[in-house]
């Protein structure tokens, strides 16, 4: 390819599809972007479904949103005075929010992959186990704060987290000799969701690339197959 190329140009594709023929075993722009499509539908479909159901998140250690990290003092100094069981009821009732509003996610994940071009599919299908779900991340992530944020606010007060949040916030800022605290808890419940959200994702795709069992059509076993 000598001088700029315009990323638009037939010039471009057809230079994009040589080193896909040369690197990919003749895969076609069309193959790479809809094994991509494919994959990344199956995957945060399953990822979404997991995390979504009752106990997706409070019975996964690995995604499991604990009291907030800014808070720690506040959770040991609770814990100290004999309230130790409505720590408890907080960290379940953020768990259940996260899981009431991980369902909203999977529509802004299907718009996202339609918009696929073909040089995102070829580093998608070069890249490493986690390729597709860092692209994701990149490009989702503003909208998924967005559209969780009022839904985790929604979901906080439905499952009493509201109320049991500042009952414990009340009770830590009557005790003597503490700076009052109220950490946002919609923005940490909301952060935390996505995080374990895009977790689960990951671990979808890593199957999806080397689990053939988990390859369902030819053209996810044409892309992803070795």
């Known amino acids: 390819m000598c001088g700029k190329t315009d990323p638009n140009s037939a010039q471009y594709f057809q230079d994009a599809m040589k080193i896909v023929n040369q690197n990919s075993g003749g895969l076609t722009e069309k193959d ?11 995957g945060t479909g399953q990822a979404v479904a997991l ?16 009291f907030p990290e800014e808070a720690r003092t506040i959770e040991t100094k609770l814990r100290a005075i004999g309230l130790g069981s409505q720590v408890d ?51 989702t992530t503003p909208a998924l704060k967005e559209k969780f944020s009022p839904v985790i606010k929604s979901s906080l007060d439905k499952v009493d987290a509201t109320r049991l949040w500042a009952d414990l916030i009340n009770a830590y800022n009557q005790l003597p ?26 671990k979808e795709e890593a199957k999806i690339r080397q689990n053939p069992a988990q390859q369902t059509t030819e053209l996810l076993k044409r892309v992803f197959g070795k």
């Open 89 to 139: 009821e907080v960290v379940l009732a953020v768990n259940r929010a996260a899981e009431d509003a991980a369902k909203e996610a999977q529509t802004i994940f299907v718009n996202a992959v339609t918009g696929i071009n073909i040089s995102d599919a070829i580093q998608i299908v070069k890249g490493g186990n986690d390729a597709a779900t860092q692209y994701l991340s990149r490009t």
């Open 32 to 42: 790479a972007a809809g094994g991509i499509r494919e994959a990344l539908v199956k």
């Open 177 to 202: 000799f503490v700076s009052k605290q109220n950490p946002d808890l919609t923005a940490y419940v909301t952060d935390k969701a996505i995080v374990g959200l895009f977790t689960m994702i990951a």
């Open 51 to 66: 995390v979504s159901k009752p106990d997706g998140y409070f019975s996964n250690p690995q995604i499991k949103i604990p």
